[in-house]
C-alpha cells in the first residue's frame, strides 16, 4: 500500500482501508483515488476479506473534501480527462463485496460522494457533512447530484448542494444521509461489530443482495422484480444455501464458503 492509503486485515474477514493524510485533512487528490482504486481491486480478489471498511486518518476527519490545490490551474479539458480515468465513486458502487463508510470526522465534497457510493454510512455524533463545491463556483463532481437526491430526496438535495451547507449527523441520520451514528469513542468498535456481523454471511448472497438494492436505484419496479427473483432462483444452486437451510434446521451456526 502506498503511505496515503493504509490496509489493515482483521479479524473476522473485514479489511479497514484508512486515507492517510491528516495534515490535509485526508483530502483526495490523485495519489490517493489511485491508491483506493489498487486497493480495491486488490480485494475483490482477496478471500480473507468478506467487508470492507473505509475511513481517515485521525479524529478530524473521514475526508474533507478534493484536494482544492490540484484545481488551481486546472483547465477545462484537463478536468475532463482527470474525471474520466479510476472513477474510484463507480467502482465502489459496483464493488461486490459489501463496503461500509466509517465517517469520524469532516464528510465534505468529494468524500460525502466517497461515502455515498458506499453500501452503509455509519457516522461519529462530531460528523460534519455536506456538499460545499458551490462556495468554489462549480458543482459535486463525483455523483453527488445524482446520489444525494436518491438518499435523502430531491428537495433536502438542492438545499445541501444549492446553499453549500453543512449539516450535523444527528441531521444526517434524520435525512437518510447517515444509516447509523455513534459516540465518537466508540465508531470504530461498533463500525466493526456491524462489519463482523455482514462478514459472517454468506459472500454470494451478500452480492446477491447489494446488486438488487442496486437494482432498486436503476431499474423500473418490474424490472428490479424480475432481477431480485433470478438471483433469488439462482441462489438455490449454491453450497451456501444447502449449509444456511441446514445450519438452521439443525440449530447451529453456518459457515459459508461461497460457494
Not at 480495491?40 to 476527519?61: F, N
Not at 459472500?203 to 428490479?224: C, F, N, T, V, Y
Amino acid at each position: 500500500m502506498s503511505e496515503v492509503l493504509l490496509l489493515e486485515k482483521l479479524e473476522g474477514r473485514i479489511g479497514v482501508l484508512t486515507v492517510n493524510r491528516p495534515d490535509k485533512m485526508n483530502a483526495l487528490n490523485r495519489e490517493v483515488r489511485e491508491s483506493l482504486f489498487e486497493a480495491l481491486e486488490a480485494l475483490r480478489h482477496d478471500d480473507e476479506v468478506r467487508v470492507v471498511v473505509i475511513t481517515g486518518s485521525g479524529d478530524r476527519a473521514f475526508i474533507a473534501g478534493a484536494d482544492i490545490a490540484e484545481f488551481k490551474d486546472a483547465g477545462a479539458v484537463e478536468q475532463y480527462r482527470s474525471m474520466q480515468e479510476s472513477n474510484i465513486y463507480s467502482l465502489m458502487e459496483d464493488f461486490p463485496k459489501p463496503i461500509i463508510a466509517m465517517i469520524n470526522g469532516y464528510c465534505l465534497g468529494g468524500g460525502c460522494e466517497l461515502s455515498m457510493a458506499c453500501d452503509i454510512r455509519i457516522a461519529s455524533d462530531r460528523a460534519k457533512l455536506g456538499q460545499p463545491e458551490v462556495n468554489l463556483g462549480i458543482i459535486p463532481g463525483g455523483g453527488g447530484t445524482q446520489r444525494l437526491p436518491r438518499l435523502v430526496g430531491e428537495g433536502r438535495a438542492a438545499l445541501l448542494i444549492m446553499s453549500g451547507t453543512l449539516i450535523g449527523a444527528d441531521e444526517a441520520l434524520d435525512i437518510g444521509l447517515v444509516d447509523s451514528i455513534f459516540p465518537a469513542d466508540e465508531l470504530r468498535d461498533r463500525t466493526l461489530e456491524i462489519a463482523r456481523t455482514i462478514a459472517s454471511k454468506s459472500p454470494i448472497a451478500l452480492q446477491a443482495a447489494k446488486e438488487s438494492i442496486l437494482a432498486a436505484r436503476r431499474m423500473p419496479l418490474d424490472e428490479g422484480l424480475k432481477f431480485e427473483r433470478a438471483w433469488f432462483g439462482l441462489l438455490f444452486s449454491t453450497q451456501d444455501k444447502n449449509e444456511g437451510v441446514g445450519a438452521f434446521l439443525e440449530k447451529r451456526d453456518p459457515e459459508f464458503t461461497g460457494r
